[in-house]
Nanobody, 112 residues
Framework: QVQLVESGGGLVQAGGSLRLSCAASGRTLNGYAVGWFRQTPGKEREFVAHITSSDSKTVYSDSVKGRFTISRDNAKNTVYLQMNSLKPEDTAVYYC?????WGQGTQVTVSS
């Protein structure tokens, strides 16, 4: 079972940037696809971005396409989510996922 720890969240003004990290332990991420999701109170967890295992192809939700970039560093066993041009509606707890394993989440708050 892989353990995932997200970090890098915080408070930022609209238009600012943050980089989230998803660090894995217990198993290498090499060979596994990784996804980022987010959730706000009272709403279902929603897909944000995904990166494949072999060729690092990426997929984004329409709401973040062109602003967010997912990447991976297999040597560091870490996946990143670079978030630029942040909007108040990006405020949420962000989670990474590998298979059925989820991290504990990191809070991102964007002020207007």
């Amino acid at each position: 079972q892989v353990q995932l720890v997200e970090s890098g969240g915080g408070l930022v003004q609209a238009g600012g940037s943050l980089r989230l990290s998803c660090a894995a332990s217990g198993r290498t991420l090499n060979g596994y696809a990784v996804g980022w999701f987010r959730q706000t109170p009272g709403k279902e967890r929603e897909f944000v971005a995904h990166i494949t295992s072999s060729d690092s192809k990426t997929v984004y939700s329409d709401s973040v396409k062109g602003r967010f970039t997912i990447s991976r560093d297999n040597a560091k066993n870490t996946v990143y989510l670079q978030m630029n041009s942040l909007k108040p509606e990006d405020t949420a707890v962000y989670y990474c996922r590998v298979g059925d394993s989820w991290g504990q989440g990191t809070q991102v708050t964007v002020s207007s």
